[in-house]
């Protein structure tokens, strides 16, 4: 078995979490890690087998023995490493969203399209065992041709505020995910979007020209319909989906912690699904840190590539004029006018 | 006891299932009915009680006995029957929807109001035991302030051509229940519609400028957003419904015709929901003529009267608009254009 | 179609109950009912368009122009009106328990032999959708041959104290009915009983020789294994049952009286399910009593017979000796027993 | 943080298993495996980053580094085993059951009470989050006071007929795990076992004169009444609990490998659940090692102790009489009959 050698960029949370998925694996080395507080973390890169720690990831992106690196730092931070690791010939496995530029986003395809590195964009709900197997049972005909598609993705409560200041809004930091489920399940591009928006849960979204409950409608190429329901505080982490097609429906319900009912004389009672998307997609995180290894391993192509991630940052930004203007926008109007701009 | 009679117009599908759930009851006496076809029904309405059968809806209008009356008959002999009723000071229990005619609709509102007689338009689903009991929880605050509602409202399979002709298309057809549901909820108006609709059942639909799969988001006067999912087949009768508000959520499932459940070495299976509306609204339309009795006996309000139903038709003239034009339509509008009008 | 005239005996809960479901069927007339307190019943008799109220059963089994009773009345008055309503040719629905003594049964099972008049005993649960539904699945081989079968029974709170006294204790008055559907469902008479049982609820039923937990295990004549799990206090009305099978299993859950649920930052809640046997078997009374009607309308086999009851008592008979001698015990024992008292 | 260092008795399934879960801890080192294959095994020990591969127990008892052992090796070799690694002061982490003979087992618990060292027993499922989360609500008092417990236990299908043969027969070699989680759950020891068994599966098991088939009564001495339902052919694996109390009653349903659903017109479908022990309790595995870990390191008491094994084999030792006999069987007669041997 081939091994590689890889290099993290950002010991944030998801980093963090990359790294302990990465490190039992055979096949991989983790090499080195940076972060800009580096000798935060020195104590716990030992702990996990990691040789280097540094405050500066070209150290990674130029050292040779490196094959391919996970980009784990700020969005703002993406399109310059992207480049130089391009550059240097690693693979690279970026973190959702690929830049808050779409700009940024098409040179990106560019580079990999040119250079022919291997490029992952993290939308780790696609590994889901819920969507997954939704996945299966639509691809095996079961509903039949796709009619219509229900997200529901709810966060349990609001980020804080500097957060949600930096994070570039709802469409791009938290509906992405369901943009691309959206177009993963339907088989399709999204042609159109529409947006109702509204500040429900917490008037500090306003201050940001944000909104924190969206009902967002899509119309897929393929002629059929999509909506997703977004809320940032459903109290639990409410992630469902439902196919309908035009021999039935597929519907996904949350995961639970455990089956426990309590029935009394007061009714019944069941615990919350799982909280956060630590723990629902905990085994998601996991397979797709490992579809991005095997990619490498064995020379074969990524399952989430960056036009998936460009696609999804396009439906974003249609969603973001639609709400500002609130009507009907066509992707074609987006890619338009980046064309004029270019 | 009071004891008051009825007068049934329309025999068909709707108007013998009303005769079948008042004809036990002690508080009410069925002295008539007419259709246009009498002698089809002569031995029906025998079996069931009923003294006078008569191809004129006038000799029931005109029956001094009589205290109220049920209009079954198209809808778009509503108007007239209504308008001759309301005269005769008959108190009225008129099918959904009141018209196909804004116009007449209003008319209606006006006749009622200076009459001071009882007007139950038939929207049985706010009877049902699910959604009556989402409405009490709503109303204890279970979940807090609306934030959104999600109804899910799908047909078996599409009825045929002739009634897709004659049916004033999906929305007055078929969503005017879900925009009746909507507003009983949510407890608010409806301030702006937008539809998202295609052909995707049977082509037949396109025949007569109607639809068959739609997604309708609605904004609520009272800041809330919602959205109906609507299909004219799903192959069994889906009726789900969703709030979700500042507190959390409440959600209603389809009722099944049993609880049984079979494991095999190929997979859980169960019998499908109830199949269409006479076995899932059973009894909601039995509650549905008892509050209009009770109204009528104990002279206290209907708990669905005139406006509810313009209401209905005012959203359902706004999705149309909307549709066509493919934007957003707020309510306003379709108000405003009824009064240059007039 | 042929009209049938019915005389009820006894007008407590159930007889009221059976009278309520009869009295709209258009192939049945209810001409009298007797009650010890005829006086109290009047009104309501009446009402519901009987026209004669008697305190004296005799009344009716002597009507000659009645066809068929209703046995309704407390048990310890059964066998002498199925002797004399046997004698005068009347059909006979009669409430479970037949009798509280097994030689009476039997006497039964021989006037109703060789009388040739159709006797049905109150076996409401066979007719339940759920019930029903599972024997339908049994019947197609979806869970293959019977291996195992739980039942779980028990009602929401004990009795009061005189009814405990005069019940006959929880195998005759409660268990019965799961007795029956463990023999209906398996399509096999009983071989062996054994019974743990315990005072745990209210010591109340110790002070009469009752209990009111019991786990009953079963073996069936066909080789398969059952257990009845009895309580008297579950605080709401547990029914449910498990078919196990060489190929599978077939399972019913309780009946909900809606399907709503509510999720807060606390978990989530439903309701219980419905309170006790009157919400729960509703429909299933309906149906049992149309099933006798047809069956004495058409002269075709009534669906619950005298036997039936027989079996039922046999088990329940053998349960005490078990509870009593610590022991299992074989239905052929208490058979070769009556037999020798013979 | 102190480490400790263990060997492994027995590379069979789960003696890898055990590796599998205890390598990546940082508190523990796996210094040397045993097994009488153990050329077999040196690639896979070698890739698990344990040193030493021996094919004879006693390199790893006589080792003064190991501080604690797990014994993984078939139980006909448990006693020799233990009583060595006792005597050389390790503490033992043991695989039900502890031995095939109850006299061997008391043994045990006399040499682990003397001599101090902890003793755990492979009862893996009492880790398992549902078993763990009604463990947690009865302790809460939630549904009241026991009274009666359920425990549902089949295996999806029957092992090869060389493992039925040394399995020790379906009470120690598979209702064992359910006896022990009865005691966990009652917080109350066995006081009288009764058993129905049957052979239906597969007439494989008469010849070992073992059954595939149980219904075990319980009589517990805290006064509540339990059962266990056994088969060796589900299908899947079916792993249910109910705990039936003064108050109301907890439930566990089995555990799914997703959540999706299908409805066409045939139906609504849902996979199987998890096909089997090692996919249903993966958690309860890693959560049981890192207890007895925990225990060692912080010289605190193991969650299952010694006398936890003892007792669950008393209560099979028990249900062989039973079944045997035919009656009903206390657990006292069982500790007597070991009393006079001695």
Chains 1, 2, 3, 4 share one sequence.
């Not at 992952?120 to 065992?129: A, K, L, P």
């Not at 190429?221 to 909506?227: F, H, I, P, S």
């Not at 097609?245 to 069941?270: K, L, M």
């Amino acid at each position: 078995m081939r091994k590689i050698t890889l290099g993290i960029i950002g010991a944030g949370r998801i980093g963090k979490l990359h790294v302990e998925n990465l490190k039992g694996l055979p096949q991989v080395k983790i090499k080195s890690i940076s972060d800009i507080l580096a000798d935060s973390i020195r104590d716990w890169a030992a702990d996990n087998g990691i040789q280097n720690v540094t405050n500066n990831y070209k150290d990674i992106v130029n050292d040779p023995e490196i094959d391919a690196i996970f980009i784990c730092s700020p969005t703002d931070t993406h399109i310059e490493i992207i480049e130089e690791a391009v550059k240097a010939g690693k693979h690279i496995f970026c973190e959702k969203p690929i830049s808050f530029n779409l700009g940024g986003t098409i040179q990106v395809l560019e580079w990999v399209r040119s250079s022919g590195v291997k490029f992952q964009t993290g939308f780790n709900r696609r590994f889901d065992h819920n969507m997954s197997r939704v996945k299966e049972l639509i691809r095996e005909g079961k509903a039949g041709e796709p009619h219509m598609l229900k997200v529901t993705s709810r966060d349990p409560a609001p980020p804080h505020k500097e957060y949600i200041k930096n994070s570039g809004g709802l469409f791009v930091d938290m509906a992405i995910h369901d943009f691309d489920i959206a177009r993963f399940l339907m088989d399709s591009d999204v042609e159109e979007v529409y947006v109702q928006g509204a500040v429900l849960v917490d008037p500090v979204f306003a201050e940001f020209q944000d909104i924190d409950t969206a009902i967002i409608t899509l119309k897929f190429e393929n002629g059929a319909l999509g909506v997703i329901h977004n809320s940032r505080q459903a109290h639990y982490y409410d992630q469902r989906v439902e196919f309908f097609g035009s021999a039935g429906s597929i519907t996904i319900q949350n995961d639970n912690p455990n089956t426990a009912e309590v029935y009394t004389q007061n009714g019944a009672y069941r615990d919350n699904p799982l909280h956060f998307f630590l723990e629902r997609y905990k085994e998601a995180y996991v397979k797709e840190v490992l579809s991005f290894i095997d990619a490498v391993v064995n020379d074969t192509p990524v399952p989430v590539d960056a036009n998936d991630g460009y696609q999804a940052e396009l439906i974003a930004s249609a969603a973001a004029i639609s709400l500002r203007e609130r009507r009907p926008v066509r992707i074609e109007e987006v890619v338009s006018g980046l064309r004029q701009k270019v």
